[in-house]
C-alpha cells in the first residue's frame, strides 16, 4: 500500500513538473464552479486586501474553507498543488480502512452463509458444475480499493487541474468511515462537514452513516457476531416475523440528526463570525448553489436544463430534482440497508453514488470515488460483472467524449451546447444504469442468502424426520416438493440433492 501511495505522490509532481496543471486547470470536466482553482485564488486575493470574497459572485467557496488556505494565498502555487495531493492521499487510505473494516467485520459477521450466496456456480466441465469464483475478490483487497482511488487517471487529472472536488471526498469518506468505525459522533461531526462544504445532496448520507454507527458500536455489534457464531449466518428469520425499523434505532437516530443540525449550525455560525457578521456568504456558498445560478457547463445535468426552463417555472424544478433526494434513503433502508451486518455498507455505497449523480456541480473525479467505494464490497461487482463492465464503458466514453464537444462547442465554436449535452446524458445515464445495477445486485445477493437459509432449514428437518421415519419422511418431501414448484434456484436444487444422499448414507 504504502509503495502505492509513493508511486501516486511521485506521479503527481512528475506530471505538475512536466506542465500538465496549466493544461487540465481550465478542463470543464475536472473543475466546477465550487472547485476552481482561479475562483479560489480570486475569493483569497479579496479576502487578503480586506474586502469580502463574495463581492463580485465569483468565488463560492465557504469561509472556513478560505480561512484555513488564506496562507497559500502568498505561497507559490506549487504549495496548493501539495495540499490537494495530500488531501488524496488521506481519501486513498480512508478507502482502505472502510474495506478493512467490511471485511473484518460485516463480511465475517454475515457468516458462510453470504460467502456461498455471492458465489455462483461456474461450468468447468460438461458433467461438474463447480462453485469456483471468478476471482475478482482475489485482486480486489483492501489496498486495491485504496490505489484504485489514488491512481484512477480521473483522480490524478483532477487534482493537476487543483480542483479542490477532493475535499468533498475527504469529507464524505471520513463520515462513511467513522460511521463503520461506531464512532457516531465523529461521523456526524463529518457529515456536518459535508453539507457545509457540499450544500444539500449529502441529506442521502444521514440514515445510512446513522444505521451504520449504530450497528457498529461495541455493545450491538458484539451481539450481533454472538448470533452471527452461532448459527454461521443460516439462521433463517420469516420476513413477515421481521422488525421493519428497530425501535431502538429511532431515538439513536433523532440524536444523530441533531448533532449534524446543530455542528452544521456551529460551522454557520463560525463563519459568520469569520466574515464579521457580514452574512453574505449564506447567498453565494450554500443558495446559489443550491438554486444553480452559475450555469457553467459541467458533467451533470442541472446546467443545461436550468438554462432551458422559463424562469417561472424554475422553482418547480429545482423542489423536483432537490425534493427527490427525500424518496430514496427509508426505501432503500427498508430494502437492504436494515439487513445486518452487510445491509448498512452497502447503503453507505449507494448513498454516495446518489450524492455523485444528484449534486448540481458534479466533476469526473467523483465519479471515480464512487467506483471506488462499489469496489469495497467486490462480491456485488462479480455478482453483476458483465452488465456493471458494459455501464462503466459507457461512463467513461462520455467523460472522454466530453473535452472533445467542449472544444467543438466553445473552442472552434462548430457546435452548439446540444454537442457537449449529449455526452453529458450519456455520462449520467450509464451512471445511473451502474448505480441500478448495483443496487439490484445487492438485492439478489440477499436474497439468495434468505433463500439458501430456508433450504438448509427444510434440509435438516427432513433429515431428522429421516432419522426417525424414513417412510413419513420421504411422503412428506414429496408433498412439499409438488406444493412449492419453481421456488428453489439451481444452487439450492443441488443443496438439496447433497443433503438428502447425505441422509441415505446415514441411514444406511
Not at 456493471?388 to 467524449?401: I, K, P, R, W
Not at 452548439?416 to 451502474?434: D, H, P, R
Amino acid at each position: 500500500m504504502w509503495f502505492g501511495c509513493a508511486v501516486g505522490v511521485v506521479l503527481r509532481f512528475l506530471l505538475y513538473a512536466a506542465g500538465a496543471s496549466k493544461m487540465l486547470e481550465d478542463h470543464l470536466e475536472l473543475n466546477s464552479p465550487m472547485t476552481s482553482h482561479a475562483r479560489l485564488k480570486e475569493g483569497l486575493f479579496l479576502l487578503a486586501s480586506g474586502m469580502s470574497p463574495y463581492a463580485g459572485d465569483v468565488c463560492h467557496h465557504p469561509p472556513l474553507l478560505l480561512f484555513f488556505l488564506q496562507p497559500l494565498s502568498k505561497a507559490p502555487e506549487v504549495a496548493h498543488f501539495a495540499v490537494l495531493v495530500a488531501v488524496d492521499l488521506a481519501v486513498a487510505l480512508l478507502l482502505r480502512q472502510l474495506a478493512v473494516y467490511y471485511k473484518l467485520s460485516a463480511k465475517l459477521s454475515a457468516g458462510q452463509a453470504w460467502a456461498e450466496a455471492s458465489i455462483r456456480l461456474v461450468q468447468t466441465s460438461e458433467s461438474s458444475p463447480s462453485s469456483t469464483p471468478s476471482g475478482i475478490e482475489d485482486v480486489i483487497s483492501p489496498a486495491f480499493v485504496g490505489l484504485f482511488y489514488l491512481l484512477n487517471p480521473l483522480t490524478v487529472a483532477s487534482c493537476l487541474a487543483l480542483s479542490a472536488q477532493n475535499i468533498h471526498h475527504l469529507a464524505l469518506i471520513a463520515s462513511v468511515c467513522l460511521a463503520a468505525a461506531g464512532k457516531g459522533g465523529l461521523s456526524a461531526a463529518a457529515l456536518a462537514v459535508t453539507f457545509y462544504v457540499c450544500p444539500l445532496t449529502p441529506l442521502v448520507l444521514v440514515l445510512p452513516c446513522a444505521y451504520l454507527s449504530f450497528t457498529q458500536r461495541a455493545s450491538t455489534r458484539k451481539a450481533s457476531e454472538q448470533a452471527a457464531d452461532e448459527q454461521d449466518g443460516y439462521r433463517y428469520v420469516r420476513s413477515i416475523d421481521q422488525t421493519a425499523v428497530e425501535l431502538n434505532f429511532l431515538p439513536y437516530l433523532a440524536g444523530f440528526t441533531f448533532m449534524v443540525i446543530v455542528l452544521f449550525s456551529c460551522l454557520l455560525g463560525a463563519s459568520a463570525a469569520i466574515m464579521d457578521g457580514e452574512l453574505q456568504f449564506l447567498e453565494d456558498s450554500f443558495l446559489a448553489v443550491i438554486a444553480v445560478r452559475d450555469l457553467t457547463p459541467n458533467v451533470g445535468v442541472f446546467w443545461y436544463l436550468f438554462i432551458e426552463v422559463f424562469d417561472r417555472y424554475r422553482l418547480l424544478y429545482l423542489v423536483a430534482f432537490h425534493g427527490q433526494l427525500l424518496f430514496y434513503p427509508v426505501p432503500l433502508h427498508l430494502r437492504l440497508g436494515r439487513h445486518k451486518p452487510t445491509g448498512p455498507f452497502i447503503h453507505c455505497a449507494i448513498a454516495i453514488g446518489m450524492v455523485t449523480l444528484f449534486k448540481p456541480y458534479p466533476t469526473a473525479s467523483d465519479f471515480a470515488f464512487m467506483l471506488s467505494v462499489m469496489l469495497v464490497q467486490s462480491e456485488i461487482i462479480r455478482e453483476s460483472e458483465k452488465f456493471f463492465a458494459f455501464c462503466l464503458s459507457g461512463v467513461l466514453f462520455g467523460l472522454s467524449m466530453f473535452p472533445t464537444m467542449s472544444a467543438v462547442w466553445l473552442g472552434r465554436n462548430t457546435g452548439n451546447a446540444n454537442y457537449l449535452y449529449n455526452m453529458v446524458l450519456v455520462v449520467n445515464v450509464f451512471g445511473c444504469l451502474l448505480l441500478s445495477e448495483f443496487v439490484k445486485a445487492a438485492i439478489r445477493l440477499r436474497r439468495r442468502k434468505h433463500l439458501g437459509a430456508f433450504c438448509r432449514k427444510v434440509v435438516l428437518e427432513i433429515a431428522d424426520e429421516v432419522a426417525a421415519d424414513a417412510v413419513a419422511a420421504k411422503a412428506k418431501a414429496a408433498a412439499w416438493t409438488r406444493c412449492r414448484p419453481g421456488l428453489l434456484l439451481e444452487e439450492e436444487k443441488a443443496l438439496l440433492l447433497l443433503e438428502d444422499e447425505k441422509a441415505a448414507l446415514l441411514l444406511e
